[in-house]
């Protein structure tokens, strides 16, 4: 068979630990041997972003700002233990974190489904995406722990002369103090990027908020949604027969559980963060849940929405036989390179993203799977494989969709 050809390189982040070495597996067993493979590679793996001083993480997402396209492994994210672990020079900042500053997105998860393992929410039939905002609120707050009696104020000094003063609380003994913020113009982008993602996949969006307490924070968020739907998306999404519309956030809990799936449910930072982890271990597994960092302004950064995996690695770096699921990761790279092929206008390459997703589905399927599904799975007895031999599994099948 002629390897699949590419135009434009794909920017390809390698990771840390477990994933790092899926990651190769994914390559040589899956993408090498059937794909004329063009990439631009930056490895983030934690040495190397010491080693550049973490400038390697931001030349990375500066490539997929050029490009349109990235595919990323899972990194770690330093902390005080993995100081001393990797003998680092500074504790880095999220990848992740510097890589959406760059590209200013919105994180679209969702979960992938098989018929042999059911939802706990039985009438869902479909995937639930859920499409949250990565900047601000709880994760950009100042806190304060009040220590003792005392007054607290919001106290805001404007450039060109607006002020504003009021009491918090009269503290009459210790307690806690929090504050948070949001900029119109992140809300904006992400906002955009929600419907560009709703009419991209042709869903429904529903956003869901607080805005009957919140009334000028919230209240802020469903406005700037409204008005740019009605401004920029309106014509599309009735032309697409879609739907947009702005619920509380308890309504929309409540219609989430009753629903089929299907959409795509647009949420602040917290709300997202909390409802994703609901909303995919309610569908089986964190390590089927997969996870697209998309910008306003079009480009696209695929990956897994689990971690490096430590504990695996471990046992991994001791000789155990690991039973690893790398299903998400092989389809940051499905969805990564479908996303090429169609910028591209390279059939084969979108098709080969399609067949590569059909041959896990199949391999899962047909009850061969890693350790985590195992026991998640209805009505059959499922074969428990190592990554390697799950991987194998799957070309065995890509290779007959392929004609290989
Ligand atoms: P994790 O890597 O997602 O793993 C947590 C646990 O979930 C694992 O121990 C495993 O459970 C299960 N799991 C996750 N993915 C799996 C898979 N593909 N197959 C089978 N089981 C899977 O989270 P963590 O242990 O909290 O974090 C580890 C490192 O990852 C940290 O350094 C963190 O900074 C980093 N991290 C990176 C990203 C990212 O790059 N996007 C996201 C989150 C965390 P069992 O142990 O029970 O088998
Ligand atoms: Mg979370």
């Known amino acids: 068979m002629e390897k699949i050809r590419m135009t434009t390189p794909l920017v390809e982040m390698d990771g840390d630990e477990m994933t790092r070495i899926i990651w190769k597996m994914i390559k040589d067993e899956l993408l090498l041997p059937f794909i004329d493979l063009k990439t631009e590679y930056y490895d983030l793996g934690l040495p190397k972003r010491d080693e550049t001083r973490d400038q390697i993480t931001k030349d990375a997402g500066n490539a997929i700002k050029k490009y ?20 680092l020079h500074e504790m880095w900042k999220s990848p ?33 995406t859920i499409a949250r905002h990565a900047y601000g609120d709880l994760y950009k707050g100042t806190e304060y722990r009040v220590p003792e009696k005392g007054k607290a104020e ?26 948070i913020y949001n900029k119109d113009t992140s809300i904006e982008s ?8 709703a009419l991209n996949t042709k869903q429904d969006l529903w956003f ?10 919230d209240m802020n968020f469903r406005n700037i949604f409204q008005r740019i739907y009605d401004e920029c998306y309106k014509e599309e999404f009735e032309k697409l027969g879609l739907t947009y519309f702005y619920t509380l956030i308890d309504d929309a809990v409540a219609r989430v559980i009753r629903s089929k799936g299907g959409f795509i449910w647009a949420l602040k930072n ?9 909303v995919s271990t ?13 910008s306003p302004d079009g480009k696209f950064e695929y990956e897994a929405a689990h971690g490096t995996v430590t504990r695996h690695y471990y046992k991994y770096l001791q000789g155990e036989e690991t039973s690893t699921n790398p299903m998400a990761t092989i389809y940051a790279w499905s969805g990564a390179l479908r996303k090429r092929g169609e910028m591209d206008g390279l059939t084969d390459l979108v098709n080969f993203g399609n067949k590569l997703e059909e041959a ?24 428990a494989v190592n990554t390697i031999e799950f991987i194998r599994a799957i070309r065995a099948r890509l290779e007959k969709k392929l004609g290989a």
């Open 154 to 179: 919001l106290v805001f000094t404007g450039e060109n002369g607006a002020s504003f003063r009021e009491t918090v609380y009269d503290f009459e003994c210790p307690g806690i103090l929090q504050s």
């Open 208 to 217: 869901s908020a607080k805005d009957t307490i919140s009334k000028k924070y």
């Open 96 to 128: 992740n974190g510097t890589i959406r500053a760059i590209l200013d997105g919105t994180v679209f998860r969702a979960p992938i489904i098989i018929d042999s393992i059911k939802p706990v929410v039985k009438n869902w039939e479909l995937p639930i």
């Open 68 to 87: 349109g396209v990235g595919v990323k492994c899972a990194t770690i994210t330093p902390n005080a233990q993995r100081m001393t672990e990797y003998n």
């Open 190 to 197: 992400f906002a955009h990027s929600c419907f560009k993602y």
């Open 282 to 294: 309610a569908f089986g597994s964190l390590a089927m849940m997969t996870s697209v960092l998309c």
């Open 270 to 278: 917290y709300d997202g963060d909390v409802m994703s982890d609901m």
């Open 360 to 383: 896990c589905v199949e391999t899962l399927n047909d009850g061969i799977m890693t350790k985590d599904l195992v026991n998640l799975v209805e009505g059959q007895k499922p074969t």
